[in-house]
Protein backbone atom coordinates (compact mmCIF):
# COMPACT_ATOMS: atom_id res chain seq x y z
CA UNK A 1 0.00 0.00 0.00
CA UNK A 2 3.39 2.11 0.30
CA UNK A 3 2.13 3.66 -3.87
CA UNK A 4 -1.35 4.77 -2.38
CA UNK A 5 -0.25 6.51 0.03
CA UNK A 6 2.14 8.25 -1.26
CA UNK A 7 -0.50 9.50 -3.54
CA UNK A 8 -3.15 10.21 -1.23
CA UNK A 9 -0.36 12.46 1.71
CA UNK A 10 1.32 13.86 -0.94
CA UNK A 11 -0.94 15.19 -3.46
CA UNK A 12 -1.84 15.79 -0.82
CA UNK A 13 0.48 15.81 -0.06
CA UNK A 14 0.22 14.02 0.88
CA UNK A 15 -0.31 8.28 0.97
CA UNK A 16 -0.63 2.42 1.79
CA UNK A 17 -0.41 -1.23 0.66
CA UNK A 18 2.25 -3.65 1.19
CA UNK A 19 4.48 -3.92 -2.14
CA UNK A 20 4.95 -1.50 -4.87
CA UNK A 21 3.63 -3.44 -7.74
CA UNK A 22 0.86 -4.98 -6.72
CA UNK A 23 -0.86 -1.83 -4.89
CA UNK A 24 -1.68 -0.93 -9.03
CA UNK A 25 -4.64 -2.96 -9.83
CA UNK A 26 -5.77 -3.27 -6.22
CA UNK A 27 -6.09 1.03 -6.66
CA UNK A 28 -7.66 0.64 -10.63
CA UNK A 29 -10.22 -1.44 -8.66
CA UNK A 30 -10.82 1.05 -6.12
CA UNK A 31 -11.63 4.11 -8.89
CA UNK A 32 -15.18 3.53 -8.40
CA UNK A 33 -15.35 5.93 -5.49
CA UNK A 34 -18.13 6.65 -3.01
CA UNK A 35 -17.10 10.64 -3.95
CA UNK A 36 -18.11 10.77 -7.41
CA UNK A 37 -18.29 14.85 -7.38
CA UNK A 38 -17.44 17.52 -4.88
CA UNK A 39 -19.61 17.96 -2.01
CA UNK A 40 -21.28 21.21 -1.33
CA UNK A 41 -18.58 23.56 0.15
CA UNK A 42 -19.71 23.50 3.45
CA UNK A 43 -18.56 20.07 4.01
CA UNK A 44 -15.10 20.60 3.45
CA UNK A 45 -14.90 23.74 5.60
CA UNK A 46 -14.33 23.34 9.51
CA UNK A 47 -17.06 25.25 11.48
CA UNK A 48 -14.86 26.44 14.17
CA UNK A 49 -11.34 28.50 13.52
CA UNK A 50 -9.89 27.52 16.58
CA UNK A 51 -9.76 24.15 15.57
CA UNK A 52 -8.50 24.47 12.27
CA UNK A 53 -5.63 26.58 13.28
CA UNK A 54 -4.78 23.75 16.07
CA UNK A 55 -4.90 20.68 13.65
CA UNK A 56 -2.46 22.87 11.16
CA UNK A 57 -0.03 23.77 13.55
CA UNK A 58 0.04 20.04 15.01
CA UNK A 59 1.71 19.15 11.63
CA UNK A 60 5.11 19.96 13.08
CA UNK A 61 6.68 20.42 16.58
CA UNK A 62 5.53 23.06 18.92
CA UNK A 63 9.42 24.10 18.19
CA UNK A 64 8.50 25.05 14.62
CA UNK A 65 4.50 25.64 14.50
CA UNK A 66 4.43 28.07 16.88
CA UNK A 67 6.04 30.91 14.96
CA UNK A 68 4.45 29.61 12.14
CA UNK A 69 2.42 31.30 9.50
CA UNK A 70 -1.56 29.65 9.34
CA UNK A 71 -3.73 29.61 6.90
CA UNK A 72 -7.43 28.39 7.19
CA UNK A 73 -9.76 27.69 4.42
CA UNK A 74 -12.50 29.73 3.36
CA UNK A 75 -14.82 30.00 0.98
CA UNK A 76 -13.19 31.20 -2.05
CA UNK A 77 -9.44 29.78 -1.09
CA UNK A 78 -7.20 29.87 2.08
CA UNK A 79 -6.69 32.92 4.13
CA UNK A 80 -3.94 34.32 6.73
CA UNK A 81 -4.94 33.30 10.24
CA UNK A 82 -1.74 34.09 11.94
CA UNK A 83 0.93 35.79 10.83
CA UNK A 84 4.35 33.83 11.11
CA UNK A 85 8.20 34.82 12.23
CA UNK A 86 9.94 32.15 10.87
CA UNK A 87 8.67 31.64 7.41
CA UNK A 88 7.17 28.09 8.32
CA UNK A 89 3.62 28.06 6.96
CA UNK A 90 1.10 25.22 8.18
CA UNK A 91 -2.48 24.25 7.03
CA UNK A 92 -5.28 21.95 6.89
CA UNK A 93 -4.76 20.20 2.75
CA UNK A 94 -7.89 19.04 1.70
CA UNK A 95 -8.83 16.39 -0.71
CA UNK A 96 -8.24 17.53 -4.37
CA UNK A 97 -4.87 18.50 -4.50
CA UNK A 98 -4.84 14.13 -5.10
CA UNK A 99 -4.06 12.52 -8.38
CA UNK A 100 -6.68 13.15 -10.49
CA UNK A 101 -7.39 9.21 -10.48
CA UNK A 102 -7.49 9.29 -6.58
CA UNK A 103 -10.76 7.58 -5.02
CA UNK A 104 -10.56 10.74 -2.01
CA UNK A 105 -10.29 12.92 -4.99
CA UNK A 106 -13.46 14.37 -3.50
CA UNK A 107 -13.85 13.01 -0.10
CA UNK A 108 -15.32 15.99 2.44
CA UNK A 109 -13.77 14.74 5.23
CA UNK A 110 -9.87 14.22 4.08
CA UNK A 111 -7.91 17.13 6.53
CA UNK A 112 -3.96 16.81 5.88
CA UNK A 113 -2.40 18.87 8.11
CA UNK A 114 0.93 19.91 7.11
CA UNK A 115 3.67 22.84 8.04
CA UNK A 116 5.89 23.57 4.86
CA UNK A 117 9.54 25.23 5.52
CA UNK A 118 10.04 28.67 3.94
CA UNK A 119 11.57 27.40 0.51
CA UNK A 120 8.45 25.06 0.50
CA UNK A 121 6.28 27.63 1.55
CA UNK A 122 7.60 29.84 -1.67
CA UNK A 123 7.88 27.16 -4.15
CA UNK A 124 5.59 24.40 -3.39
CA UNK A 125 2.49 25.86 -1.58
CA UNK A 126 1.28 28.29 -4.70
CA UNK A 127 0.77 25.40 -6.24
CA UNK A 128 -1.87 24.00 -3.65
CA UNK A 129 -3.52 27.16 -3.08
CA UNK A 130 -4.09 27.85 -6.59
CA UNK A 131 -5.64 24.07 -7.14
CA UNK A 132 -8.00 25.22 -4.40
CA UNK A 133 -9.03 28.53 -5.94
CA UNK A 134 -9.92 26.85 -9.01
CA UNK A 135 -11.90 23.96 -7.41
CA UNK A 136 -13.73 26.54 -5.56
CA UNK A 137 -14.27 29.28 -8.31
CA UNK A 138 -16.07 26.21 -9.71
CA UNK A 139 -14.20 24.25 -12.06
CA UNK A 140 -14.13 20.79 -12.61
CA UNK A 141 -11.51 18.10 -11.83
CA UNK A 142 -10.43 17.87 -15.57
CA UNK A 143 -10.65 21.57 -16.00
CA UNK A 144 -8.28 22.46 -12.90
CA UNK A 145 -5.76 20.54 -14.33
CA UNK A 146 -5.99 21.59 -17.33
CA UNK A 147 -5.38 25.03 -16.06
CA UNK A 148 -2.77 23.78 -13.72
CA UNK A 149 -0.81 22.96 -17.43
CA UNK A 150 -1.57 26.01 -18.69
CA UNK A 151 -0.05 28.05 -15.49
CA UNK A 152 3.01 25.58 -15.75
CA UNK A 153 3.65 26.02 -19.29
CA UNK A 154 3.79 29.80 -18.69
CA UNK A 155 5.65 29.56 -15.92
CA UNK A 156 2.79 31.33 -13.75
CA UNK A 157 3.76 28.65 -10.89
CA UNK A 158 7.49 28.19 -9.81
CA UNK A 159 9.28 25.21 -9.68
CA UNK A 160 10.60 24.02 -6.43
CA UNK A 161 13.51 25.67 -4.57
CA UNK A 162 16.10 23.51 -3.31
CA UNK A 163 15.38 22.17 0.24
CA UNK A 164 11.57 22.40 -0.33
CA UNK A 165 10.27 20.44 2.43
CA UNK A 166 7.26 19.95 5.04
CA UNK A 167 5.83 18.29 8.41
CA UNK A 168 3.54 15.99 7.98
CA UNK A 169 3.46 14.84 11.96
CA UNK A 170 -0.24 15.11 13.38
CA UNK A 171 -1.66 12.77 14.90
CA UNK A 172 -5.30 14.23 14.27
CA UNK A 173 -4.72 13.98 10.64
CA UNK A 174 -7.20 11.98 7.83
CA UNK A 175 -5.15 11.55 4.83
CA UNK A 176 -8.10 8.59 3.12
CA UNK A 177 -10.87 6.27 4.30
CA UNK A 178 -7.94 3.79 3.86
CA UNK A 179 -5.48 4.98 5.97
CA UNK A 180 -6.60 7.27 8.66
CA UNK A 181 -3.85 9.71 9.88
CA UNK A 182 -0.93 6.81 8.64
CA UNK A 183 2.31 7.08 10.46
CA UNK A 184 4.43 10.38 11.11
CA UNK A 185 6.84 11.75 8.03
CA UNK A 186 8.58 14.26 6.06
CA UNK A 187 8.03 15.07 2.32
CA UNK A 188 10.70 16.71 0.13
CA UNK A 189 9.63 18.18 -3.31
CA UNK A 190 11.86 18.59 -6.56
CA UNK A 191 11.70 18.91 -9.94
CA UNK A 192 10.96 15.62 -11.86
CA UNK A 193 13.84 13.39 -10.64
CA UNK A 194 15.14 9.40 -11.13
CA UNK A 195 14.23 8.19 -7.72
CA UNK A 196 17.25 5.80 -7.50
CA UNK A 197 19.14 8.98 -7.12
CA UNK A 198 17.84 9.04 -3.64
CA UNK A 199 17.63 5.28 -3.33
CA UNK A 200 14.11 5.52 -2.71
CA UNK A 201 12.13 2.26 -3.04
CA UNK A 202 14.55 0.22 -2.83
CA UNK A 203 15.02 -2.86 -0.63
CA UNK A 204 15.44 -1.76 2.94
CA UNK A 205 15.12 2.22 2.20
CA UNK A 206 13.20 4.24 4.43
CA UNK A 207 12.96 6.92 1.28
CA UNK A 208 9.69 6.52 -0.71
CA UNK A 209 8.90 8.03 -3.81
CA UNK A 210 5.86 9.23 -6.41
CA UNK A 211 6.25 10.82 -9.61
CA UNK A 212 3.94 13.72 -9.83
CA UNK A 213 3.89 14.08 -13.76
CA UNK A 214 1.05 16.50 -13.90
CA UNK A 215 2.55 19.01 -11.24
CA UNK A 216 6.12 18.15 -12.70
CA UNK A 217 7.65 17.02 -9.60
CA UNK A 218 9.14 14.11 -7.74
CA UNK A 219 7.83 13.95 -3.98
CA UNK A 220 10.02 11.88 -1.51
CA UNK A 221 8.36 10.08 1.75
CA UNK A 222 10.09 9.55 4.47
CA UNK A 223 8.27 8.42 7.23
CA UNK A 224 9.62 8.82 11.11
CA UNK A 225 9.65 7.84 14.65
CA UNK A 226 7.72 10.14 16.51
CA UNK A 227 4.54 12.46 16.62
CA UNK A 228 4.44 15.96 16.76
CA UNK A 229 3.68 15.56 20.09
CA UNK A 230 6.56 13.38 21.40
CA UNK A 231 4.98 10.03 21.73
CA UNK A 232 6.45 7.26 19.51
CA UNK A 233 4.40 5.84 16.21
CA UNK A 234 4.81 2.17 16.42
CA UNK A 235 8.01 0.71 14.13
CA UNK A 236 6.60 -2.49 14.11
CA UNK A 237 3.38 -0.92 11.63
CA UNK A 238 5.70 0.78 9.11
Known sequence: MKRDIIRTI???????AVGLSAAWP???????????SMAPIEQYL???????????????PESISR???VLVLGGHGYETAIKGKNGFVCIVQRSWTAPIDDPDFWNPKLR???CYNPPAARSYLPLNIKKTELV?????KAQMFESIKASLDKKELPTPESGAMCYMLSKEGYLSDRDGHWHPHLMFFVSQTD????GADLPGSPI?????TPDRLTVFLIPVAKWSDGTTDPTDAH
Not at 10 to 16: H, K, S, T
Not at 195 to 198: G, I, L, Q, S
Not at 208 to 212: G, N, P, T, V
Open 67 to 69: DAE
Open 195 to 198: AVTW
Open 208 to 212: LAFDD
Open 46 to 60: MANRGAEIALARSAA
Open 112 to 114: API
Open 136 to 140: LAGQS
Open 10 to 16: ALPIFVL
Open 26 to 36: EHAQETKTPYP
